[in-house]
């Protein structure tokens, strides 16, 4: 078992700090088996203040409701005192019940809430195949593992089931979040079906123009994922900088909007009827 120090050296040391404050925080409130990383961070892609810090804790037994007080407490703390990171660090809490079930809601922290959510196979896979130890047991002794078919379900039913239909939502394409997540998400699960493998929000950029993405939209996406950091660390990247030729435009948010779902509506049912039934 590792030690509760041995934090993924390669983060920013900022969260590097943070891992080791949270971690030493759970070892003191629940009994952990594990912490482990997913996401960005372990697979090389995460940007300070920028990414999502996507984590799993594996619990010896389910949390009491106390124990989930103290888990939002913690939290809370955090948040309140750890700077951006921290603000973005969401925790699910395993603890061995239904572990293969992707429809079982676990305990976890979220955009600054406690709640119950899924563990999907797509994060189930992520650990199995790069999932960073921080603390304890490796997610092949606790896990598990993903099959190809299950694997390809959820991607066909995420896309049919949640994606497709948000499009019919308008309102929602005004944000960054869900241009972001809805271009990349197509790009990541187009690669999973060609080939099984999982890819980086960083290496979707690419897959994403050979799909015919409108380029202003994948302008903007790198550029405030990937461009010059702001001035402060709560400060959006300026919208002059070079890399985003549209973004200071007052009428860009309604315009990206109407470019990305005029793309995803057709590219995700041309990926449907190439990979799924129904």
């Known amino acids: ?46 940007r300070e203040g920028r990414s999502d810090l996507d984590l799993i804790a594996f619990l010896a037994r389910p949390a009491t409701p106390q124990e989930a007080d103290d888990l939002a407490g913690l939290h809370r703390r955090l948040a309140a005192t750890g700077g951006p990171a921290a603000r973005s660090l969401h925790c699910a809490y395993l603890d061995g019940t239904a572990p293969d079930d992707p429809a079982h809601p676990h305990l976890a922290w979220a955009h600054e809430e406690l709640m119950h959510r899924q563990i999907t196979p797509v994060t189930r896979r992520e650990l199995h195949t790069f999932g960073r130890v921080l603390y304890g047991e490796d997610p092949a002794a606790l896990l598990p593992p993903v099959t190809d078919d299950q694997l390809t379900a959820f991607v066909l039913a995420d896309l049919r089931g949640f994606w497709r239909p948000a499009l019919g939502h308008p309102e929602y394409w005004l944000r960054d979040i869900w241009v972001d997540l809805g271009l990349l998400t197509l790009a990541r699960a187009t690669v999973t079906l060609r080939n099984g493998t999982l890819i980086s929000k960083r290496r979707a950029l690419p897959v994403l123009a050979g799909l015919g993405a409108p380029t202003q939209v994948l ?35 309604a315009r990206r909007a109407e470019l990305t779902r005029a793309f995803l509506a057709p590219a995700i049912d041309r990926t449907l009827a190439a990979y799924g039934s129904g």
């Open 219 to 253: 302008a903007d996406i790198r550029h405030r994922r990937y461009g010059p950091a702001p001035a402060s660390p709560d400060a959006p990247p300026s919208p002059d900088a070079p890399g985003a030729p549209d973004a200071h435009r007052a009428d860009w948010p």
């Open 1 to 46: 078992m590792r030690p509760a120090t041995d934090v993924y050296e390669p983060a920013p040391q900022a969260t590097a700090a943070l891992l080791r404050a949270f971690l030493t925080g759970l070892r003191d409130r629940v009994p952990l088996r594990a912490l482990w990383a997913h996401g960005s961070l372990a697979g090389g892609d995460y």
